[in-house]
């Protein structure tokens, strides 16, 4: 178990370009989410999956950006035409969602994509 | 709706000194309760987690967490903190029809020697 990773950890870009980040989840957890975090703040829910199956969308997750996990392991979190409100700390977590009810089982973070845009 | 109230912003603590991290939560369903820790320039760790059964909830390095449906509050606490537990401090919560975790607004602790 080397715990959840995101790649790049760290990104500059210039206003109007597009980003992909990428996160590789604890093996064998079936669920996967993307968070915001900006400065000052707790995380902000902004997406997840159920293996390749995305489940929810937050309404801060505009038309610019994009999550895909398409064979139910890894995900990938694209933002096109970025904007300088979109800096923030982008965090991946993956858990083993069993049967039964929901909120229960433990999300395990990853490090975290800082995202800077200029 | 969820939601977290995390009322201090930052707590300054000298070392070997009791702490106590407040958190209140406002939910019309049942909830479960979660609190994380943020080291800088790291992901969140979970410390404890208040799913059901006993209200007083025991957590790695030393934390614990009381559970108080009256007053929805899920407090953390630890009777002497050393400097290595300088980090930022997330309360958060779940319910029973969403798997998805809402933050508080985070408690920066400080410890000083």
């Known amino acids: 178990d080397t715990g959840v990773s995101q790649d790049p950890r760290h990104k500059i870009t210039k206003r109007g370009q597009n980003v992909t980040f990428r996160c590789d989840p604890i093996?064998?957890?079936?669920?996967l989410y993307w968070y915001r975090q900006t400065l000052g703040q707790g995380p902000e829910f902004l997406t997840y999956?159920?293996?390749?199956?995305?489940?929810?969308k937050s309404r801060l997750l505009s038309d610019r950006f994009s999550a895909e996990r398409p064979k139910g392991s890894f995900s990938t979190l694209e933002i096109q035409r970025t904007e300088q409100g979109d800096s923030a700390m982008y965090l991946c977590?993956?858990?083993?969602?069993?049967?039964?009810?929901?909120?229960?089982?433990?999300?395990?973070f990853g490090p975290g994509t800082r995202l800077l845009v200029l | 709706a969820q939601s977290v109230t995390q009322l201090d912003s930052q707590v300054p603590v000298f070392e070997e000194a009791p702490v106590e991290l407040r958190c209140n939560y406002s939910?019309?369903?049942?909830?479960?309760l979660f609190w994380y820790v943020q080291y800088p320039n790291q992901g969140l760790q979970l410390l404890l987690k208040?799913?059901?059964?006993?209200?007083l909830v025991k957590g790695i390095n030393g934390f614990e967490a009381e559970f108080n449906k009256s007053q929805t509050s899920f407090h953390l606490r630890k009777p002497s903190v050393h400097i290595s537990d300088t980090a930022e401090y997330f309360c958060?919560?779940?319910?029973?029809?969403?798997?998805?975790?809402?933050f508080g607004t985070g408690t920066r602790l400080q410890v000083f020697p």
């Open positions: 977590a993956s858990s083993l969602r069993a049967s039964g009810r929901a909120g229960r089982e433990t999300q395990y």
């Open positions: 958060a919560v779940t319910g029973s029809s969403t798997d998805k975790l809402i």
């Open positions: 208040y799913l059901s059964g006993s209200t």
């Open positions: 939910s019309s369903v049942s909830v479960y």
């Open positions: 999956f159920q293996n390749e199956a995305q489940l929810e």
């Open positions: 093996s064998e957890h079936n669920r």
